[in-house]
């Protein structure tokens, strides 16, 4: 897919390039508003910072695909370095590093959404189809079981015989040969996500995709002739190397929840709700040691989730309560969530076949801000509300319950001091959790709510049509716009709402 595909570190531009229409970011939100738009017979160009890393490039080595295909090389993080914010930066975005579970907004939350903060197009009879159309390009499925492999069956196991509720999920996958390796790219392509749906269908249509291209400035926000200044990177995108502008009429940023706020705070565009109200949905890791080879790294990393304890129309929050998914990752991102260094942590590798880790997602109130000072930089300011902390305790405190139900032979919370959970009277101990700053090493892969979505200016950053406040025809088409957790994974609502707001903005144009 090279054709269409211009990557501006190896091929000089113009200095100055005009569109009808501008989309920043080729992820779930971006790929498939240009898709939409180009399909329409719109002029549009694709900005994305990333680069095409496809084919015999993804190498499932650690230590390169971590340097090309994640943000900020995998090392971002909250401002006190308690939450690692995981983000792609490829052409694909997020999909092609994600582990694929398809979980659309649930009712509860459209329901939530559309009475209590006025977002009448979520209501759950009005999305159904963006939700329908979104599970369409993404080839969902539910799970086979012969892709459930033994570490997600040992959670299984633990969940039924303590009669809690679970299930296996779905999924975007379609000839997976369940090689393990997705949260640092598909080699074998085989992850039904904006790399290999929209953005083909985007091209096939039209529209002129730029990678390397690193999107700093919208100027000109409320006149009709947007301009936005492009930094051209070298081509392992470490350094900036040149700059043209792309004149366009309408800019759509979906650049993910961060680099959205980020884009905009920088430009001074929108107003004062710009990078606030910021849900990171930290998840903490929790590990079942068997003495068994369980060889959790071979299939697909997760497919089950113990779901008794979601809350999916909870009144004041609509998504809350918690769930517990089986995961696994490399060597490089298990070793790295491990509480040891050295010679002990070398050590704690030894078991790392016998190892069955879990993931304890609880969604969070908005309490996040990104900021961006006069240099530029950027801080995501983050903290964690009581009522995340005791829901993560209560959530270890039954996931070890469960790995021990399974034959564990011990439970490990990767905290700082470890703490060490061998019989059902000792997950008690999870209470004890304080999570203070660096010392329960967490993970957000879910970022929303940056720039919400209001029917009035005084209420929030962007309308009902995604067009940011202050501004004429500049959106944000990402998960930016969510007033709170839309579901415990992004992609298909993220999918399903650019749907709906490109099918809204062609109505218009
Ligand atoms: C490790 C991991 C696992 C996940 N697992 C799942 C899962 O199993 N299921 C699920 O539903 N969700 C999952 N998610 C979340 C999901 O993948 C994301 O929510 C989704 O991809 C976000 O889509 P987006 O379009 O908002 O942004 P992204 O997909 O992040 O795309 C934004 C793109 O914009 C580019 N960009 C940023 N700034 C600029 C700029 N200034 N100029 C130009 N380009 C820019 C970035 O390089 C990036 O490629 C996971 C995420 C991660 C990180
Ligand atoms: S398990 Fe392997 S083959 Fe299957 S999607 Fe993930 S990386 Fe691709």
Redesign the pocket.
Same mark, same amino acid.
């Given at each position: 897919m090279t054709e269409g595909i211009t990557d501006l570190s190896r091929q000089p531009l113009p200095e100055v390039i005009t569109t009808e229409i501008c989309v920043? *970011?080729?992820? &779930?939100? *971006? !790929?498939?508003a240009a898709r939409l738009l180009a399909e329409a017979g719109h002029e549009v160009v694709v900005?994305?910072?990333?680069r095409d890393v496809a084919g015999s490039e993804r190498t499932q080595r650690d230590r390169a695909m971590h340097d090309q295909l994640? +943000?900020d090389r995998g090392g971002r993080a909250s401002h006190d370095l308690s939450i690692s914010v $995981?983000? *792609?930066? /490829?052409?694909?975005? *997020?999909?092609?590093?994600?582990?694929?579970?398809? /979980?659309p907004i649930p009712e509860g939350v459209l329901h939530h959404w559309a009475t209590k903060y006025g977002l009448e197009d979520f209501a759950p009879e009005r999305f159904k189809r963006f939700t329908d159309d979104a599970l369409g390009d993404l080839s969902a499925s539910r799970i086979p079981e012969s892709l459930v492999n033994s570490a997600n069956n040992k959670l299984r196991q633990g969940a039924e015989g303590l009669g809690l509720r679970g299930e296996v999920m779905m @999924?975007n996958r379609v000839g997976c040969r369940g090689l393990g390796t &997705?949260?640092i790219g598909c080699p074998v392509h085989a992850k039904r996500n904006?790399r290999m749906v929209a953005l083909p269908k985007a091209i096939e249509a039209g529209a002129r995709i730029f990678t390397r291209?690193? !999107? /700093?400035r919208i100027d000109n926000a409320n006149q009709e002739l947007k301009e936005v200044t492009?930094r051209t990177l070298d081509p392992g995108g470490y350094h900036e190397q040149g700059e043209l502008t792309v004149r366009a009429k309408i800019v759509i940023v979906? !650049?993910?929840?961060i680099?959205?706020a980020? $884009?905009l705070l920088r430009s001074g565009v929108g107003n004062s709700h710009v990078g606030q109200n910021l849900t990171l949905q930290p998840q903490l890791s929790i590990i079942g040691v068997f003495e068994e080879r369980i060889a959790a790294f071979d299939g697909v990393p997760?497919s089950y989730a113990v779901t008794e304890f979601e809350e999916e129309d909870n009144a004041e929050f609509g998504l809350w309560g918690y769930r517990i998914e089986a995961i696994m990752g490399t060597p490089g991102i298990v070793s790295t969530m491990l509480p040891f260094s050295g010679a002990p942590g070398m050590q704690n590798m030894t078991q790392y076949d016998r190892m069955a880790p879990s993931l304890l997602l609880a969604p969070d109130e908005p309490s996040g801000q990104v900021e961006v000072a006069r240099d530029g930089r950027m801080t995501i300011r983050y903290e964690q509300r009581d009522n995340h902390r005791e829901r993560l305790r209560h959530a270890a405190e039954i996931a070890a319950k469960v790995y021990l139900e399974a034959g564990a032979r011990e439970v490990l919370v990767p905290t700082s001091p470890p703490l060490v959970i061998r019989s059902t009277r000792d997950a008690k101990k999870a209470q004890q959790l304080t999570f203070a700053p660096a010392t329960a090493p967490m993970?957000s !892969?879910?970022?929303?709510g940056t720039v919400r979505f209001a029917a009035s200016e005084r209420d929030g950053g962007a309308d009902l049509n995604g067009q940011v406040y202050g501004t004429r025809d500049v959106y944000v088409f990402?998960?930016?716009g969510y007033p709170t957790s839309a579901?415990s @994974?992004? +992609?298909?609502?993220?999918i399903a709402s650019?749907r709906m707001l490109t099918t809204k903005l062609l109505t218009r144009i």
């Open positions: 920043i *970011g080729s992820g &779930c939100g *971006g !790929a498939t900005l994305e910072e990333g994640y +943000m $995981l983000q *792609g930066r /490829v052409l694909g975005g *997020g999909g092609v590093i994600n582990t694929c579970d398809v /979980v @999924h &997705c949260m904006p291209a690193r !999107a /700093v492009v979906a !650049a993910n929840a680099a959205s980020q $884009l997760q993970i !892969a879910h970022q929303q990402d998960s930016s579901a @994974h992004t +992609m298909t609502p993220i650019s």
